[in-house]
């Protein structure tokens, strides 16, 4: 399969990189022309560079450099292609769903009233029978023209004012989020991105039971016995083991309350991005040098509880933004809400919902790390999480960060009064 008929621009489409090179400059003028990206009175003039790149998870990808016949200060040339499909990987070629959304998301970030910076997008299209889409924006350019260099997830301790960029990412998700209850972006968002309770976690699995829980939590305990020092002091004492040991298999008996607690306030749903670490977002100074970012990879774009939203982002930092900045960057989420049409925001409602949503994740997720973890060849060794065994490693750094969030977030929190508010909840939230 090369080319595909798109469902939404009705172009056909290119299922990989040698068909669009087939295709070449007259596919893409008449794509660019087709999605708004380049008037009529344009072309692509020629393409001067075409060629496939590794990384992520999902499809293939490809590099891409054009020139214009009227080149313009508004045309990028340096372009960046993600297709869905890697057809000769099955294994990866399964994850082509993931793309639909997306591609829906970069239409509509061409949208005059789209609140927050995205690569531009120049052509975007997808076939939902086949799975498959492509997807050309323009090409981030790290560390040149004043944006800053890429930051790598779970490397925050090399990032300068690692809390200037948090604040940047979580004016970003405000902003769009804020937007989106304004009702200020098309009506597409209520087709093509509704929200869907059964994805407040991202994807499902087989909920635990509150003994399977409690079998886990030891486990953990196990693990942080062994490997002291790969976690803070606060989630692997006595005291906080012992809490959790007690919290974790109640609050999993809750589970039904807590999914019916982050579905009941329609104000606190709304569009945003589930992932945004650092490594999904360009950074720069604005004219006063505050930081701003723009935000990279949109799959599974949907609407969601903000406090998905906000925990998808700060779930990669060091625990030293949630210790110290937590309430600040709380605040900033709900006043930039608001600035931007959004609701006005209760704080302590918010926080607890990130306290829900948090050990939702966890429990149903996050307590699978320490038994990867600990089958790392040499583990034992490691002094800290920043040894090479960690360090090297991106899965590995970023499931430690991770857990150690969570856990963190839980025994800095009061979990007691939020089961109390969950059997509450049972009686009818």
Not at 24 to 38: K, Q, V
Not at 225 to 248: D, I, M, W, Y
Not at 254 to 270: F, G, H, Q
Request: hydrophobic share 40%.
């Amino acid at each position: 399969m090369d080319w595909v008929h798109g469902d939404s621009i009705g172009l056909e489409i290119p299922a990989h990189i040698d068909a669009l090179r087939a295709g070449g400059e007259t596919f893409l003028t008449r794509a660019f022309r087709a999605a708004g990206a380049l008037s009529d009175d344009n072309r692509v003039a020629r393409i001067t560079r075409l060629e496939e790149v590794s990384g992520g998870s999902t499809g293939r990808k490809a590099i891409l450099s054009v020139e214009y016949e009227r080149p313009a200060p508004d045309l990028h040339t340096a372009l960046f292609v993600k297709f869905s499909r890697a057809l000769d990987d099955e294994a990866r070629d399964q994850t082509k769903v993931q793309m639909e959304r997306e591609v829906s998301f970069a239409l509509l970030s061409r949208s005059p009233a789209f609140p927050i910076r995205v690569p531009v997008c120049y052509f975007s299209d997808y076939h939902h029978e086949s799975g498959t889409g492509v997807l050309i924006t323009q090409r981030i350019a790290y560390d040149a023209e004043g944006v800053e260099p890429h930051y790598p997830k779970s490397l925050d301790y090399r990032m300068p004012d690692a809390p200037g960029h948090y604040r940047a990412l979580i004016r970003a998700l405000a902003r769009l989020a804020g937007t989106h209850k304004a009702g200020r972006l098309p009506d597409i968002v209520e087709t093509h991105f509704p929200f869907d309770a059964g994805k407040l976690v991202v994807s499902r699995r087989v909920p635990f039971s509150p003994e399977q829980i409690g079998r886990r939590v030891a486990s953990y305990a196990d693990f942080a016995a062994k490997h002291p020092q790969l976690l803070p002091a606060n989630v692997r004492s006595g005291a906080f083991l012992a809490r959790l040991a007690t919290e974790a298999p109640r609050f999993q008996a809750c589970a039904r309350s807590a999914d019916m607690l982050l579905k009941s306030r329609p104000e606190m749903i709304a569009l945003c991005h589930w992932n945004a670490h650092v490594d999904n977002a360009w950074f720069w100074r604005n004219d006063d040098g505050q930081i701003e970012c723009g935000l990279l990879d949109w799959a599974n774009v949907s609407q969601m509880n903000l406090a998905m939203a906000i925990w998808g982002c700060l779930s990669g930092a060091e625990i030293e933004i949630w210790d110290e900045h937590l309430e600040e960057l709380l605040t900033l989420f709900a006043q930039e809400f608001e600035i931007c049409g959004g609701p006005r925001l209760d704080l302590e409602e918010l926080r607890k919902h990130l306290v829900v949503y948090t050990a939702m994740m966890g429990l149903g997720w996050l307590l699978d790390i320490p038994h990867r973890l600990a089958r790392i060849p040499g583990l034992g060794e490691a002094r800290d999480r920043r040894h090479p065994l960690i360090e090297s490693d991106e899965r590995n750094r970023a499931q430690l960060v991770v857990l150690t969030a969570f856990l963190n977030l839980w025994e800095r929190s009061d979990v007691a009064g939020v089961l109390a508010d969950l059997d509450t909840c049972a009686d009818g939230c």
